[in-house]
């Protein structure tokens, strides 16, 4: 009877004894992903920080361009002032429609 029970406590005891080395085990197998997850995290971060600086610099190139568009047409103005000051000018009268003229 003795014998059985001695026998049996090994077994448990072994049991256990695995139980306990595959839970740690698992445990670090589980904070290798965690660390694997949170490095790949930081990777594409890395990636997409960098993707997004490109972008910007992208967008402001494009309202350079705006600006310069914007101020083509002040720029004429200002030359057709200077035109108007250089040389002795006629202001122009737009057309009127002539009415019945009294006799």
């Given amino acids: 009877m003795f014998l059985l029970y001695v026998m049996q406590n090994q ?3 072994s ?3 695995h ?7 698992d445990e670090k197998k589980k904070k290798k992903k965690k660390k694997k997850k949170k490095e ?6 890395k990636k997409k920080k960098k993707k997004k600086k490109k972008k910007k610099k992208k967008k402001k190139k494009k309202k350079k361009k705006k600006k310069m568009r914007k ?3 002040y720029a ?3 030359n057709k002032m200077k035109i108007m000051d250089t ?4 202001p122009v009268v737009p057309n009127r429609k002539q009415g019945s003229k009294k006799k």
Avoid: A, E, G
């Fill in 15 to 17: 049991h256990n004894k």
């Fill in 40 to 45: 790949k995290k930081k990777k594409k971060k």
């Fill in 71 to 73: 101020k083509l047409p």
């Fill in 19 to 25: 139980k306990k080395m595959k839970k740690r085990t």
């Fill in 11 to 13: 077994c448990t005891n």
């Fill in 76 to 78: 004429r103005l200002q």
């Fill in 87 to 90: 040389d002795v000018c006629i």
